[in-house]
């Protein structure tokens, strides 16, 4: 007679995907959160007031998007620029 298989381990359950992630502060205005899932956009918090925002982070030679941006303002599908920080490499630029 054949002995029997011995048995598997059970599987382990899945954890979740440990991101790690740092805040950081814009001009001293704004935190910057996680990443927005699915996105290049981060969320991100006015210290000052409370509100919640989004941010998409550029390189500075970035004038062609805000150009392009710019020339869109006010069409019912591109989102409002609210504010636009611009730091020693990069460019914050904060939408509602």
């Not at 029997?4 to 954890?15: D, F, I, L």
């Not at 007031?49 to 390189?59: D, F």
């Amino acid at each position: 007679p054949s002995s029997p298989a011995p048995a598997s381990p059970a599987p382990a359950s899945p954890s979740p995907p440990q991101h790690q992630f740092q805040a950081a502060l814009v001009a001293e205005k704004y935190l910057l959160l996680e990443q927005v899932e699915g996105s290049s956009l981060c969320r991100c918090v006015d210290v000052r007031t409370q509100e919640e925002y989004v941010c998409k982070v550029v390189s500075r030679d970035c004038s062609s998007l805000l150009q392009a941006h710019y020339r869109l303002d006010g069409h019912p599908h591109v989102n409002p620029i609210h504010e636009v920080l611009v730091g020693d490499k990069r460019v914050y630029l904060i939408f509602p």
